[in-house]
C-alpha cells in the first residue's frame, strides 16, 4: 500500500502544483547599456532578470536601444536602435531563444512601435533629434522579410507610436507639432490631422500641409502647449472608438473621439505625464508621471483618479499591464550613472509590490507571456 501511495504522489500533481502562480515574462531595453532585459514576476516569490541581450553594432559608441515591441503572437520580438550610423535600424528576435532573424534600417532615431494584430506590419516612428527642426516621418515595415516598404512624412517628433484594435489605423503624437496624427493602414496615407493644442482642439482633415507648418506658433508658457508624447488606444467597449493622448507639458490626458474628432474627457494628471497603458479589458489607463517619479491610475468609467504610486526610481518612462490587467510593470530610467529599474504595481492594491534593478537607462518595454496562461492570453 505504501508503494501504491508513493506512486500516487509522483503522478498526481500536489497543491502546490495545482496553485501554482503564474509567471509573467516581459522585455525590458536599457538604451545607454545596448541591452534588453528579459524579467519575470512571479507573484509570491519576486522579479528576477532571466537574461540580458545584446544588440547594437558600433564598438566605439552607443547605439540606443529604445523601444521594445513583441509580436501579437508571441514568436518575436523587435527593438529599435535608435542612434545607428547615421540612420537607426530594426532589429527582429526570436522570443524566448532570442536569437537575431533580422534587421532593416529606419529613418533618424526610430523610436517607439506599433504592430497590426496580424503581426504583417510594424510601424516605427523616427523621432528625430538630429540635426534643425524638420517634419519627420513613420517607417513601415513588412515585418516576413523585415523589408521598410514605406515612409509616411508625419511631423516634428513623432512619439507614441499605436495601432487601434482593428488593425485600419495608426495613431502617432507630434510632440513638436501639437498635433495627434492618424494614419489610414489600408492605403498607408495620413487620414487625419487634430491639433491637441489647449484651447484650440480640433481636426486638420486628410494630408493639411504635410505637416510643415508643425509646432510655429506655440506660445512660450507650457500651459498653452500640450506637447504630446503618447497615444493610447481604448480597449473593450472603447476600443476603435477613443484613443487617450498623454500631453506632457500641461499635465493633463486628453480622450478624443476619433469618429466625431473632438476631446471627449480631459484627465488631470501630475507633472510629466510621459506613457499611457489601457489595461486590456479597457477599465483602467495608467500614466507614467516622468516629473513626478509616479504612476497615476484612472478608472475609465468614471473619469476619477484611484491612486497614484510613487515608482523606485526617477524619471519613470514606460508602463505595460499584464494581460489579464492585475499588474502594471513601469520601467525607470533613473540618472546619472544610477541604473535604472522595473516596478511591479498591483492594480487591485494600488501599490508598489516588487522592484529590480536593471541596466542603463531603462525604458522602452512590452509583455510577452504568462505561463500557465491566465485571462485568455498566449
Known sequence: MRGVALLLALLLPGPTARAQAPAYRLYVANESSDLVSRVVFTPGEGLAVEKEIPVGIMPGDNDGAHGVSVSPDGQYWYVTIAHGTPRGHLWKFHAGPDTLVGRTRLGLFPATMGITPDGQFLLAVNFNLHGDMVPSDVSVVYTPEMIEVTRVRTCLMPHGSRVGAAGSRHYSACMHSDRLVEIDLESFEVSARFDVTPGMEALEGAGAGDGEHAGGGHAATDASVCSPTWV????????????????????????????????????????????????????????????????????LETGEELGRIATSRPVTHGVVASPDGRYAFVSNESAGSVPGSLDVIDLEALALVDSIELQHQSGGIDFWSVTPPVGGTR
Open 232 to 299: 493610447e488606444p481604448g480597449a473593450g467597449a472603447r476600443a476603435d472608438r477613443v484613443v487617450y493622448v498623454a500631453c506632457n507639458r500641461n499635465q493633463e490626458i486628453l480622450e478624443v473621439d476619433t469618429e466625431r474628432w473632438e476631446v471627449t474627457r480631459r484627465f488631470a494628471t501630475g507633472m510629466a505625464p510621459y506613457n499611457l497603458e489601457v489595461t486590456p479589458g479597457g477599465e483602467l489607463l495608467i500614466a507614467t508621471l516622468k516629473g513626478e517619479q509616479a504612476v497615476a491610475v484612472f478608472d
